[in-house]
């Protein structure tokens, strides 16, 4: 049982980061209804993004966010007008597929730049543990996601609760005809929407880089995370999303305690599966 | 237009099913190696097509069929000596089997929900293989028969699977499950109204396309001799299938061929810089959606009215 525990409080941890992995997805599934196939390789992109300032400036991969946010606000931004709102209302496949061929023109410019090899964003913090009992420690670069995911989280209930672009965007969401009538330009609502959503994965790309190792075919690996967490959790749901995180990575890593490390991502997907069996809408309900 | 001229369409189909039948007479042997993956993707894109196409499934399980008639095919043939042909389709059957049981579950759902739960199921066989030891791990295993296949022999079967995909698909269309097919395709609601057990025939095209699938993926693998789970589960499968129909045209005949066509040429002339040609394929599938979402062969359909292979001649 004590076993257990360790298991327990780092997928604790972990759901923050997960949850800002997701956040981003969720929130372009509820407002512009784009399964963004993209994410997890966008996210890489973050990433990478810090890599190379890292190395450029020498600077501490924390302090790259200050430039990384900008930039992938940038991006998100150009994403959504000239590619996916060009094939918004013709029906479900076409963004679906613009949305694919951005992911493997992403991950094959990412190799061709970058080679194949395994990278890692350092920091003093990958070493470092806060014991709390003989048998129980906290990975102190886990905590630092966990808190940097809930003030994410918190950030963004806020601004979609009461900025003006926060409502503008949720109106455009709810009806989009109406959302016109009002004097909201959608198209241009939707571009920020991904800038936004784009801001969250470029965190989420340098937390995953200060917590693992990354290359350019991970991001696949963590689209399935963010599917998991935003369906979990409801779409656009926030505080969905952070629950969401935590039971994925609580029963992901407690799978794997039982099962072994392989058997990681399978527990996750086979929560997954329950979920979209069961309650399809999501464990907390929609927006 | 003349009776003639529908009659004279029928022998550009002829001509290049000749054409593609005798390369091993006339071609060399790269050309014989380029017709075998043409009609191997031939069979994959009409498959998944018939998904996408008519019964509006993004399936993106079409992986998990070609690993699992792959990994039989390894495990029979090297594990118990079983003859080549007999494993392949004790391995399509299997798939077939596999879609079953993945009916279960993923019809619950609709929309953009079918692309992840059969994503799901694709990505969970891929992690299954590679932590099971009988399958030994994920180093891959080879596909041994006591006696093998020429290149000649396989290229006959691939020739079979992507010849007979194509004559496969247009029968069902001009059958009755095609009739309730392209009711469904232009609008699933009122074909439900107007009498097409929607399900049923969704359930067969899924049946239908994986047992296609995974023999396809069977014939690769005996190509290759060598299989590994993470690449016979990989995802990258359903976005070559996905770019091949759309680049080609979603829910044409042609389409698929023109779109196998392409991808082949274009991966066989970037072999060594396989990202390179991955990403072109990506940059046209994203040029094709925005300038013409129909594909090239449904754009040609629609503004000449040109068919060769139409499902709606008498």
């Known amino acids: 049982m004590v076993d257990l525990l360790q298991p327990i409080l780092n997928g604790i941890l972990l759901g923050g980061l997960y949850a800002v992995i997701a956040i981003g997805l969720s929130t372009i599934m509820g407002i512009v209804k784009i399964m963004n196939f993209a994410h997890g390789d966008l996210m890489i992109l973050g990433s990478y993004l810090s890599l190379v300032l890292v190395s450029w400036l020498g600077a501490n991969p924390f302090l790259t966010l200050l430039a990384v946010i900008p930039m992938m606000y940038i991006v998100g931004f150009s994403i959504q007008s000239f590619l996916l709102n060009r094939v918004l209302g013709k029906g479900l496949d076409p963004p679906l597929i613009a949305a694919f061929g951005l992911s493997i023109i992403l991950q094959n410019s990412l190799l061709l730049i970058f080679t194949p090899d395994a990278r890692t964003l350092m920091t003093a913090l990958n070493v470092m543990k806060i014991p709390l009992t003989d048998y ?60 936004i959503a784009m801001m969250t994965a470029g965190i989420a790309g340098v937390l995953v880089g200060m917590t693992f190792t990354f290359y350019p075919h991970t991001g696949s690996q963590f ?62 309900g929609t927006v | 237009m003349g009776e003639k001229i529908y009659k004279a369409r029928l022998y550009v189909p002829g001509i290049l099913v000749l054409a593609l039948g005798t390369a091993p007479v006339w071609g060399s042997e790269y050309v014989v190696f380029f017709c075998l993956l043409f009609c191997l993707y031939l069979a994959l894109s009409q498959s998944w097509n018939l998904l996408i196409g008519y019964s509006g ?48 579950f993923i019809f619950r759902v609709r929309g953009i929900y079918f692309g992840i739960i059969t994503l799901l199921f694709a990505d969970a066989l891929l992690l299954l293989f590679g932590n099971w030891e009988y399958v030994k791990y994920s180093q891959g295993m080879f596909i041994k028969p006591v006696h093998p296949p020429s290149i000649t022999v396989i290229f006959y079967m691939a020739f079979v699977v992507g010849v007979g995909s194509v004559a496969l698909i247009y029968a069902i269309l001009r059958s009755k499950l095609g009739l309730g097919l392209m009711a469904m395709r232009d609008d699933e609601e009122v074909a439900n109204t107007t009498g097409v057990e929607v399900f049923r025939c969704k359930l067969y095209c899924f049946l239908i396309s994986a047992f296609i699938t995974g023999l396809t993926g069977g014939i690769y693998y005996t190509f290759q001799i060598f ?41 066989q002339w970037l072999a060594e810089y396989f990202s390179v040609s991955m990403l072109i394929l990506g940059a046209i599938a994203i040029v094709v959606i925005l300038v013409a979402p129909k594909g090239i062969m449904g754009t040609i359909q629609e503004k000449l009215g040109f068919e060769i292979l139409s499902p709606r001649w008498k």
């Open chain 2, 57 to 104: 499934l993004f399936s993106l399980a079409q992986p998990a069929f070609i690993g699992l008639t792959g990994y039989t095919m390894a495990v029979l043939t090297s594990y118990y000596g079983v003859n080549l042909w007999v494993s392949l389709l004790l391995g399509g059957l299997l798939s077939v089997l596999f879609a079953l049981f993945m009916s279960l």
């Open chain 1, 223 to 284: 689209l399935f995370i963010a599917f998991g967490v935003a369906i979990i959790g409801g779409l656009g749901s926030m505080k969905g999303t952070l629950a969401a995180g935590i039971i994925l990575a609580v029963s992901q890593l407690v799978g794997a305690h039982f099962l072994g490390p392989g058997y990681q991502m399978v527990s996750g997907h086979v929560v997954l599966l329950i979920v979209l069996l069961v309650k399809p809408q999501g464990i907390f």
């Open chain 2, 227 to 267: 299989i590994m789970p993470q690449e016979a589960f990989s995802v990258s499968w359903s976005i070559k299938m996905i770019f091949m129909v759309i680049i080609g045209g979603i829910g044409t005949i042609e389409g698929p061929i023109l779109g196998a066509f392409i991808h082949v040429l274009l991966s």
């Open chain 1, 136 to 195: 129980l420690n906290i990975p102190a670069n886990y905590l630092l996601d966990f808190l940097i995911g809930i003030g994410v989280i918190f950030c963004l209930y806020y601004f979609f609760q009461n900025s003006y672009l926060g409502r503008a965007i949720r109106a455009a969401s709810d009806d989009e005809g109406a959302a016109q009538l009002m004097g909201i330009n959608t198209k241009n609502i939707y571009a920020k929407a991904m800038g």
